[in-house]
T-cell receptor
Framework: AQTVTQSQPEMSVQEAETVTLSCTYDTSENNYYLFWYKQPPSRQMILVIRQEAYKQQNATENRFSVNFQKAAKSFSLKISDSQLGDTAMYFCAQRLGGSSNTGKLIFGQGTTLQVKP | ETGVTQSPTHLIKTRGQQVTLRCSSQSGHNTVSWYQQALGQGPQFIFQYYREEENGRGNFPPRFSGLQFPNYSSELNVNALELDDSALYLC?????????????FGSGTRLTVV
């Protein structure tokens, strides 16, 4: 069964500093995708970054990067040069690919990140 | 600007009533999914529709049902509402085959059952 675990319910970081959010997952499939979503108080779930499991290179999107450790089933998010607008709840999510794809995203419990001025 | 629009934004219903939530998908997205997000939790997959047919379902009872229309708008219907149905309901759309792209989410409908 697919599971996604985020072990940090809350984190805080000073503006301009770097913070890392942790995520571990479990699946018996080889074809899957991993995502980090951001949910600000506006409630809309916004895609931050994605990683295809078959790619060894870690994904990077501007200030956001991931550390994807497939063997350890770990998928952490690093936010560099944190900004006040990064304050939000962050969710790690997994989706199966190929013939196993039902469109189902499995989300973790979320990490609330507060960026302090 | 989000391409997925949900209505209403907030709703209060009484236990035992029925409710219909609506979603207008992003243009060209013919796959839509619905999620239930309890307060302080991650979203839980309810079901997915593709070309007006349900093609994936999470662990939700049959009183949760849906429809998708030819214009790719969709509805989530919940019968016999229970207090535990109080949650944020999110609609998300995607292009078929774009598995790596994740979904585009709406801002949700906050349902309160009293």
């Amino acid at each position: 069964a697919q599971t996604v675990t985020q072990s940090q319910p809350e984190m805080s970081v000073q503006e301009a500093e770097t913070v890392t959010l942790s995520c571990t997952y479990d699946t018996s499939e080889n074809n899957y995708y991993l995502f980090w979503y951001k949910q600000p108080p506006s409630r809309q779930m916004i895609l931050v970054i994605r990683q295809e499991a078959y790619k060894q290179q870690n994904a990077t999107e501007n200030r956001f990067s991931v550390n994807f450790q497939k063997a350890a089933k770990s998928f952490s998010l690093k936010i560099s040069d944190s900004q006040l607008g990064d304050t939000a709840m962050y969710f790690c999510a997994q989706r199966l690919g190929g013939s196993s794809n039902t469109g189902k995203l499995i989300f973790g419990q979320g990490t609330t990140l507060q960026v302090k001025p | 600007e989000t391409g997925v629009t949900q209505s209403p934004t907030h709703l209060i219903k009484t236990r035992g009533q029925q409710v219909t939530l609506r979603c207008s998908s992003q243009s060209g997205h013919n796959t839509v999914s619905w999620y239930q997000q309890a307060l302080g939790q991650g979203p839980q997959f309810i079901f997915q529709y593709y070309r007006e047919e349900e093609n994936g379902r999470g662990n939700f009872p049959p009183r949760f049902s849906g429809l998708q229309f030819p214009n790719y708008s969709s509805e989530l219907n919940v019968n016999a509402l229970e207090l535990d149905d109080s949650a944020l309901y999110l609609c998300a759309s995607s292009l078929p085959g774009q598995q790596a792209d994740g979904y585009t989410f709406g801002s949700g409908t906050r349902l309160t059952v009293v």
